[in-house]
């Protein structure tokens, strides 16, 4: 007999607002434990950045327990060994472990992914439990929450009763303010930028080193291939001292990434002169403290949401991964919804809130290399955050 679930006891959908990576995950863990979802997404259409993610064995051991790891896998290709190197003379100063290590180490593999083949590959398998789970072009505003539900309200003035609603909508978080206040991210004084190069463009020195992380003073740049080394996936941090405008999608110019890292080894300068104009984006980087408390009532949150997070340890999108898991195993695991947000909570605030803190630490590491002293800091790895297992940890 199925146990009985948080889920199984509640009236109508759970809301979720934003289908982005955590928002999907987060509704693919749900509809498993038999829980229906449904998910509002501000976009006319579902689309992601062109940019690479790295899946790490802690969040690939997620999607391969919710059925799409072996489709991700076949987009991908091969993971080929990282080097972290200096940037003023391209030095190894650490390397990562054997790709053929993580499976036998930790269960799962590493996946260097574009996003958008994470990104509707989530969707499909979303919309193949439920065609209607997904309803686009719907904005969220503002909630409104009593002891029997919780009332979403959005700009095509459509409204949604829920038992629970899930805050999925990403670092500017418009539940968080509706929830918990507007508190508004500050800026880090980092400035990163971004660009998709086809292979038949990238250096032969690049091919040969694929995935490089390269540190120097006050700035990093990593490189990694996609979609069967088809595609290199370039992203470069730097500091710059002023940033005013929102978004992960500004345009940026060749001249521009290239003065930022004039003094980079010259394979990398060579990478980069190779970007095709248009394919490059620049963003500023934004931080937030950790919230001490993620639910209230009938809405918790998840990903970005509710830990947004700088990119220096590649584990945003790995943290929202985790968090969706764990949500539909804690309905799973509940008899009501209250049981179920408290053990949610309880099992990923310290996780989550911790690698956001390391994120920070690690760009100040990273950022504090100089010429003559290159700091790799720590990794994922040496910080041990693939031993996690979002499946089986105590919730
Ligand atoms: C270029 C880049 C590279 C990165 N690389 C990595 C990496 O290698 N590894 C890694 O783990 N992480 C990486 N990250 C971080 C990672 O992408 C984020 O942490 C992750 O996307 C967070 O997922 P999310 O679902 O919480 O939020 P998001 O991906 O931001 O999704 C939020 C969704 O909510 C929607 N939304 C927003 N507001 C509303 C609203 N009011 N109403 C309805 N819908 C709304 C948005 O349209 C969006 O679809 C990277 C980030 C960037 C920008």
New binding site residues.
């Given amino acids: 007999m199925t146990p009985p679930t948080a889920g199984s006891r509640l009236p109508g959908p759970v809301a979720i607002?934003?289908?982005?990576?955590?928002?999907?995950?987060a509704a693919l863990s749900l509809q498993h434990f038999g829980v229906p979802v449904r998910v509002?997404?501000?976009?006319r259409a579902?689309r992601?950045?062109g940019?690479?993610?790295?899946?790490?064995p802690n969040?690939m051991s997620a999607l391969d327990f919710l059925g799409i790891g072996s489709a991700l896998a076949e987009q991908a290709g091969e993971t080929p060994r990282y080097f972290v190197r200096s940037a003023a003379d391209g030095r190894e100063l650490e390397r990562g472990p054997d790709p053929d290590s993580f499976v036998p180490e930790f269960g799962a593999s590493y996946r260097?992914l574009h996003?958008a083949d994470l990104h509707v590959t989530l969707t499909e398998a979303v919309t193949k439990n439920d065609p209607d789970a997904i309803a686009l072009d719907?904005?969220?505003?503002h909630l409104e929450q009593d002891g029997d539900q919780v009332v979403a309200h959005?700009?095509n003035r459509a409204s949604f009763a829920a038992p629970a609603l899930i805050g999925?909508?990403?670092?500017?978080?418009?539940?968080r303010n509706a929830v918990f206040g507007g508190q508004d991210a500050s800026y880090t004084g980092h400035v990163?930028l971004?660009a998709l190069v086809p292979i038949t463009r990238v250096p032969s020195a690049i091919i040969a080193d694929p995935y490089a992380l390269y540190v120097g003073a006050g700035r990093s740049l990593i490189h990694y291939p996609l979609r069967h080394g088809t595609t290199m996936n370039l992203?470069g941090n730097a500091q710059a001292s002023q940033w005013q405008a929102e978004g992960?999608s500004i345009p940026a110019t060749v001249a521009e990434f290239l003065g930022l890292f004039d003094d980079f080894p010259e394979p990398v300068r060579e990478l980069i002169a190779a970007i095709p104009g248009p394919d490059l984006?620049k963003?500023g980087l934004r931080d937030r403290e950790p919230l001490p408390v993620w639910t209230s009532g009938r809405v918790t949150m998840?990903?970005?949401?509710?830990h947004?997070?700088t990119?220096y340890?590649?584990?945003?999108?790995?943290?929202?991964?985790e968090?969706g898991m764990v949500l539909g195993r804690a309905f799973a695991a509940s008899q009501d919804l209250a049981e179920a947000f408290s053990r949610y909570e309880a099992a990923r605030r310290d996780r989550a809130n911790g690698v956001q803190l390391a994120a920070r630490f690690q760009g100040t590491q990273h950022h504090g290399s100089t010429a003559s002293g290159p700091n790799s800091g720590k990794t994922a790895v040496t910080l041990g955050l693939f031993s996690y297992n979002p499946v089986s940890e105590p919730i």
């Fill in positions: 607002i934003g289908g982005g990576i955590g928002g999907l995950t509002f997404e501000q976009a579902l992601e950045i940019a690479g993610v790295t899946i790490t969040a260097n996003r719907h904005r969220f505003e959005f700009s999925a909508d990403g670092g500017a978080s418009a539940v990163a971004r992203l992960w984006f963003w998840l990903g970005d949401a509710a947004p997070m990119p340890l590649g584990q945003g999108a790995c943290m929202a991964i968090d």
